[in-house]
């Protein structure tokens, strides 16, 4: 097939591009590279079945294709509240530009939502049918309200136009390639573990995350596209909640134990726990994550101590 991949310069998106390229599909990749980088994709430029085009989705852009991952947004708080309108206009124009596409090419659509579109739940552990609490003028409803405008028109061109859409709500994914300054909890830790210096926990550490190893991820998200029953939503994440304090400890513990953990002021709207419930990813698509936490963990360390050596 020919899939494109928005966003494939990213994280998870040049984790996606290895598997479909490995599979022998042939894979465009669109990114305007705010969050993503050529040397994720490097080991691809050269094949004849890959090409990467420059171009930022909130502009309308012809291509045929038979799928299309759509990932194109920042992910990070610190990147997406870095110019918060534009976020926006990622999600919701993006989003439309895409699904535009999908309707005429009369391609598959797989929305990459988010864990965030529940907010700061009221709701533990988080079902699909939970509707969320979601703070509409806080710093992150830039991101999380995008998310579920960006919903609402993938239903709404499945319903209106009969797209074929399929939509995962991904919960914190983390492994090798998360970029060194990216913000997110996973990197900031491994990294200030590596260079010494104190890893900083927001608050007191004790709000809850379910970390979910890159590989895991792709394979449910692969595995709904690929489902011909089933468009979604469907959380795909790990179950296994840590307090941020915990992990935290945990990195010290696998680094350096020497290095200090130092509290800092928590953001505003931080959500206070968040664990997927993925009894529809195992029923529907026969997908539990394998990857536990300290093995994962290793990996990226390994990942970012080579990155930083390099430099
Ligand atoms: P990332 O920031 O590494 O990747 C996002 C990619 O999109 C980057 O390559 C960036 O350059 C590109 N991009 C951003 N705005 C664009 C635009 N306007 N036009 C073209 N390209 C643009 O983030 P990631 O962790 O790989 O996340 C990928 C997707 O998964 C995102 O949609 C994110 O919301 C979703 N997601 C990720 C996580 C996670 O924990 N990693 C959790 C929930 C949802
Ligand atoms: N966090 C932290 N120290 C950091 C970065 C993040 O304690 O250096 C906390 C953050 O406040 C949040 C959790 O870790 O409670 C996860 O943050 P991240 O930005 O990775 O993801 P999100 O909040 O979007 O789940």
Redesign the pocket.
């Known amino acids: 097939m020919r899939i494109l991949v928005t966003g494939g310069a990213g994280f998870l998106g040049s984790h996606l591009i290895d598997r479909l390229m490995e599979q022998g599909h042939e894979v465009i990749c669109l990114d305007n590279f705010f969050t993503g980088h050529k040397r994720n994709i490097l080991k691809w430029m050269d094949s004849p079945y890959f090409e990467v085009v420059r171009h930022d989705i909130t502009e309308p852009i012809r291509l045929e294709v038979d799928r299309i991952y759509h990932l194109a947004c920042p ?4 990147h997406y509240q870095y110019n918060p309108v534009k976020t926006v206009k990622t999600s919701v124009l993006g989003t439309l530009n895409m699904l535009g596409l999908a309707k005429r090419v009369k391609a598959r659509f797989l929305l990459a939502s ?3 579109v529940y907010g700061d739940p009221t709701v533990h552990p988080q079902t699909e049918d939970y509707r969320g609490n979601v703070n509409p003028i806080g710093i ?1 409803a830039c ?1 999380d309200e995008g998310k579920r405008i960006a919903e609402t028109l993938t239903f709404d061109y499945h319903r209106q136009n009969n797209v074929d859409v399929r939509v995962i709500r991904i ?2 994914t ?1 492994g090798p390639r998360m970029q060194e300054h ?8 491994i990294v ?1 573990a590596l260079r010494g210096i104190p ?5 007191d ?1 004790s ?3 379910s970390f979910c190893y890159a590989s895991d991820l792709i394979d449910g998200m692969m595995r709904l596209m690929e489902n011909e029953e089933h468009i979604g939503p469907v959380n795909i994440g790990n179950p296994d909640e840590y307090t ?1 304090l915990e ?2 400890q945990t990195i010290q513990k696998l680094v350096n134990p020497d290095v200090e953990i130092q509290f ?1 002021p ?2 505003q709207d ?3 726990q ?1 664990q997927p419930d993925i009894t529809r990813a195992k029923e529907w698509l026969g997908w539990t994550p394998k990857v536990a936490l300290e093995d994962g963990l290793k990996r990226t360390i390994e990942d970012f101590r080579q990155r930083l050596a390099a430099k």
């Open positions: 992910a990070s708080p610190v988010t864990s965030e992150r991101y919960f914190n983390y990216d913000g997110r909890v996973v990197s900031n830790f200030q890893l900083t926990v927001y608050g550490g709000q809850t995350r941020i992990l935290a800092a928590l953001p931080d959500p206070k968040r």
